[in-house]
């Protein structure tokens, strides 16, 4: 479990004239408007906002965004997701592409030193850590948490995914069909190491039910679900809504790309899903789902495991996210997922699965606006 939850190199925070001076140096614009420059809220990676106009172009300026990954983001993964996003793209789905380097890769190597000054000092550490940088294209939207959910919308939500999951059936990568990553459902069991930091014995008790759960009836039957490329974190930040048309619009943040059983990207949009609606976090999802299965449908026994697979996923995000608070209590960005997750999983528990099951596959009858 320890190459799994090792903690993540972030970039240093940088200036708004290192970030000029890069996106000017290694991506072919014009101009980058200083004003414009504005960092993202992010997990472990820095992006910065910004507008620019592209040398031999008659576009205008265009918002961008300067991604710059953690350090344990290889450039191999990188290219990876860009090969995704690229595809994904070339399909009629809204969501970032990188742009081309002057250098005519999508991606730039920068060493730790560029990132605190844009003034590279003479004596540069050669084993310093080195992030990947790229410019993506910007995509327009609100966040859905900041949107009124309608079952309309939810059920749209769930068909985008779905229409997303077929794009992403067909494609494969080397980077993403081998990648290990402490997200993925399947290493959900290397949470129980931290449950004893839980200082609340309530959730200490939930999150070890969840375990023993995930462990009898989710754990054994890894091998025999389908497999393919998902997103992995279809949430409320990360798919755009356009509010004129209460419709989805895009989709952004593919880090976490990643080859895995094919029902976990259902599992992951319904555990944030019930986030959005936490009055009735059980009835109030099974528009996504409907939406999502009239596009894409799923074997039996891909149904048949999706609850045990949100349990997981939800109580990955609450542990995760309180070890996160516990490290740096600056951080509060990471408790807006505790109070509804822990009473969604509380719900989860309380109500049979096969209660569940018939609200969520049988009971459906929602239709499509």
């Not at 190199?9 to 140096?25: A, D, F, G, N, Y």
């Not at 344990?72 to 995704?84: C, F, P, Y």
């Not at 730039?108 to 850590?129: C, F, K, M, Y």
């Not at 936490?278 to 528009?287: E, Q």
Request: glycine share 6%; net charge negative; aromatic share 8%.
């Amino acid at each position: 479990g320890d190459e799994i939850m090792a903690p993540v190199t972030r970039p240093p925070p940088l200036s708004v004239q290192t970030v000029v001076h890069h996106v000017i140096k290694y991506f072919p614009f014009r101009r980058v408007e200083e004003d414009s420059v504005k960092e993202l809220v992010s997990y472990d990676d820095r992006n910065y906002c910004f507008r620019g106009i592209l040398e031999g172009t008659t576009t205008g300026v265009q918002s961008f965004v300067f991604k710059v990954n953690h350090a344990e983001m290889t450039s191999d993964l990188v290219e990876g997701l860009n090969a995704i996003m690229n595809h994904v793209h070339s399909r009629g789905i809204s969501c970032p592409v990188p742009l081309c380097s002057r250098q005519g890769s999508q991606t730039v190597a920068l060493p730790h030193t560029d990132l605190l000054t844009w003034e590279t000092p003479p004596n540069v550490n050669q084993n310093e850590n080195m992030f990947c940088a790229r410019v993506l294209t910007y995509i327009n939207g609100d966040c859905a948490v900041s949107v009124r959910m309608t079952p309309n919308l939810l059920y749209d939500i769930g068909a985008f995914v779905g229409n997303l999951d077929h794009v992403l059936s067909d494609f494969n990568h080397p980077a993403t069909n081998g990648r290990v990553y402490e997200w993925d459902i399947k290493y959900f069991m290397s949470v129980r190491e931290s449950l004893a930091l839980l200082e609340d014995s309530t959730k200490r008790q939930m999150a070890e039910s969840v375990c023993a759960e995930v462990e009898h009836n989710l754990v054994p039957r890894f091998k025999s679900l389908r497999h393919s490329t998902i997103h992995g974190d279809c949430n409320e930040q990360n798919l755009l809504v356009d509010p004129n048309a209460s419709v989805v619009c895009g989709i952004v943040d593919f880090g976490d790309c990643l080859q895995t059983c094919r029902v976990f990207e259902l599992a992951i949009l319904v555990a944030y899903c019930t986030l959005l609606v936490t009055a009735d976090p059980i009835g109030m999802v099974a528009p996504v789902i409907a939406g999502y299965l009239d596009v894409f449908p799923l074997e039996q026994g891909e149904l048949d495991v999706l609850y045990y697979a949100v349990l997981a996923r939800l109580c990955k995000s609450v542990v995760t996210g309180y070890l996160t608070h516990l490290q740096d209590p600056s951080n509060s960005y990471v408790l807006t997922t505790q109070m509804a997750g822990w009473a969604t999983i509380g719900t989860l528990l309380r109500v049979p699965k096969h209660e569940v099951d018939k609200v969520w596959f049988e009971d459906v009858t929602v239709c499509a606006s």
